[in-house]
């Protein structure tokens, strides 16, 4: 439901706008429909769910991607609220450009994080099934060999499910695949802490 809240926002922010008031309105907007409390309830479990997603993966490889291909840290939604929030036009303005030049260069970024990642194959095109098995190995904390075994088995699943005909671009690819793994790996890591 977050990401649903930030691509309306993102959209909004992309958009050509008219009025000076309009990132203000937006939110105010969203937060009519979505209720009083309701983004920092989301705000909320976002940090619990990354505080246990962190027990279980070490995210300084992605982290580290992601500064390679985008020449920013990691984006923080709650940043993101603040800016919003705040009726600082500069760093709104600021907050527009940058979405637009993401949407911009969307398709570049995302493959250039699967590269940075290790995940591609050598000609960029493809998943890689031995890159992204010695990339979770690399990022696992889970010291449980079962739970590990699930993990690179689930893996395998996304990696195919990415090579399916109807995906037909890279880009398209790793959306796919990072789709299919990111819930994966987070259902495993509640796994290994009931088990």
Sequence with gaps: KFAVLLLCACQGLSAPQNEGGSFLKLFNQ??????????????????VSR??????????LEKKALKECTGEKEFDPEDFIKILRSDNTEAKMKLKEKMKKFNENKSEVVT???KALGIMTEDGE????EGVSMMLEKVS????????????N????????SQSCNVNSAFM???TFIGCI???????????HFK
């Design 173 to 175: 690819r790793v959306k």
């Design 182 to 192: 990111k819930p994966a790996m987070m259902n495993l890591c509640v796994a290994n």
């Design 30 to 47: 969203l937060s009519d429909v979505l209720g009083d409390g309701y983004i920092e309830d989301i705000i909320k479990m976002r940090r």
């Design 51 to 60: 505080k246990v997603k962190d027990s279980c993966y070490d995210v300084e």
């Design 141 to 152: 904390k889970i010291k449980d060999q079962e739970i590990n075994e699930r993990l690179q």
């Design 112 to 114: 250039c994080f699967a």
């Design 154 to 161: 689930r893996a395998t699943l996304c990696v195919d499910l």
């Design 126 to 129: 493809n998943v890689s099934e």
